[in-house]
């Protein structure tokens, strides 16, 4: 059996105004981030995670669009779809069309660059269904290659398609070339750069201690802003968000930090889309003094083994039914990778990746101390709430 290889290349998100079934949708996606973050977070406790739903969501989505029978059954399940009340075929990718129309965007404080490609094997026969629905639904540009015969120059032009549509943050997303028998590559890469509604001065910021995994002291650079910005006690979380706009404000970074140190596990595992909407309800204008240290986070990831985990089986196997692509079942998806990166500064942020938060009610003091000297967890999202990129860290 040939098998197709699936690549994700992150490093930004998608803008998007939605109405109706796209709402669902960007819901589902949220939901997806959650379940993906806990199994990213078990598969190395204590490490730092970093990655984009969006992307990822959004790849698997143009392998939903070639799939039928069990392994449609299957994608659907795992992206959510039912829950969203889409009910079949043509729901998704309508739902999918809207959901991506407004998705690149440049401005002066904020650059937004969502794109997808397809490379196909010269030999491969691809439906010219799939192809409209890569292009009208997707925006994906397909193009045929020779895996086969110039595997070493297709890599090295990935990659270089990667640098450039990432702005240089993400380097190689195929660092040990193409696999054998590859016969198709869906890439998706997103970039993201934005400058903060209110900076931080550059000249307060001045090396705190940060307690790595909180317990073992580090100094890092740390930010300081004191301001009215949007704060939120979690009394059932244990924890407390701060949420920091963007100067384009359909886009903002949610910050939650536990009250414990060593408290990001409890609050990583008690996170759900429930409490994520309640950040949102929850979030408040107060004045807050935060002190935030500077950070920048790489990560790589072979998603099979976590897909596999959360439901999605059929399509690695030789039972895969891609037959939406080529008409035939000899199709099949080999690997899924993932890499992403993010960098948080007193100008704003520069990503390819992002975090997640739950909250119940709240407090409010005169001033609330919102100090992030221990583990804490961010996401990025748009004003649709859809998470963009999402992470944790434990480490600096």
Excluded at 108 to 127: D, Y
Excluded at 221 to 237: F, Q, Y
Excluded at 299 to 326: E, H, M
Aim: with cysteine; glycine share 6%.
């Amino acid at each position: 059996m040939k098998a197709s290889t699936v690549w994700f290349l992150l490093a930004a998100v998608v803008v998007c105004v939605v109405q109706g079934d796209e709402v669902q949708l960007a819901r589902a996606n949220n939901e997806f981030a959650l379940n993906l973050l806990k199994e990213l977070s078990s598969r190395k406790p204590g490490g730092n995670v970093i990655f984009s739903p969006t992307g990822i969501y959004e790849a698997l989505a143009m392998v939903y669009a070639g799939s039928r029978g069990e392994s449609q059954a299957e994608l659907s399940k795992v992206l959510g779809h039912d829950g969203a009340g889409l009910k079949n075929r043509d729901a998704v990718l309508s739902a999918y069309k809207k959901l991506y129309a407004f998705k690149n965007d440049s401005e002066m404080n904020v650059t937004l660059n969502v794109v997808n490609a397809v490379l196909v094997q010269e030999e491969l026969r691809v439906l010219d269904g799939y192809k409209t629905e890569l292009a009208e639904v997707f925006g994906a540009k397909l193009k045929t290659v020779d895996f086969f015969n110039e595997s070493s120059r297709v890599s090295s032009e990935i990659n270089q398609w990667v640098r450039q549509k990432t702005g240089g943050k993400i380097q190689s997303v195929l660092p040990d070339g193409i696999p054998m028998n590859t016969v198709m590559l869906l890439l998706n890469a997103v970039y993201f750069k934005g400058t903060w509604l209110i900076k931080f001065d550059p000249e307060q910021t001045v090396q705190r201690p940060f307690y790595n995994h909180g317990t073992k002291f580090v100094a890092k650079d740390t930010m300081v802003l004191r301001g009215e910005i949007k704060h939120a006690w979690l009394l059932e979380l244990d924890a407390q968000a701060v949420e920091l706009p963007y100067k384009d404000e359909r886009f903002a970074m949610v910050i939650v930090l536990p009250n414990s140190k060593t408290g990001l596990p409890k609050l990583r595992d008690s996170f759900s889309l429930k409490l994520m909407d309640e950040i949102d309800e929850e979030l408040d204008v107060e004045k807050v003094h935060l002190k935030l240290p500077k950070f920048e986070l790489k990560a790589g990831y072979d998603l099979v083994p976590s897909l596999q985990r959360l439901g999605l089986k059929s399509v690695f196997t030789s039972d895969a039914d891609l037959s939406g692509i080529s008409g035939s079942r000899d199709l099949a998806v080999s690997d899924v990778k993932h890499a992403a990166v993010v960098e948080v500064n007193e100008e704003g942020t520069a990503a390819a990746s992002a975090t997640s938060v739950g909250i119940v009610a709240k407090s409010i003091p005169q001033t609330a101390n919102f100090y992030v000297d221990h583990p804490f967890l961010f996401y990025v999202h748009d004003e649709s709430r859809r998470v963009l990129f999402m992470g944790e860290v434990h480490e600096l």
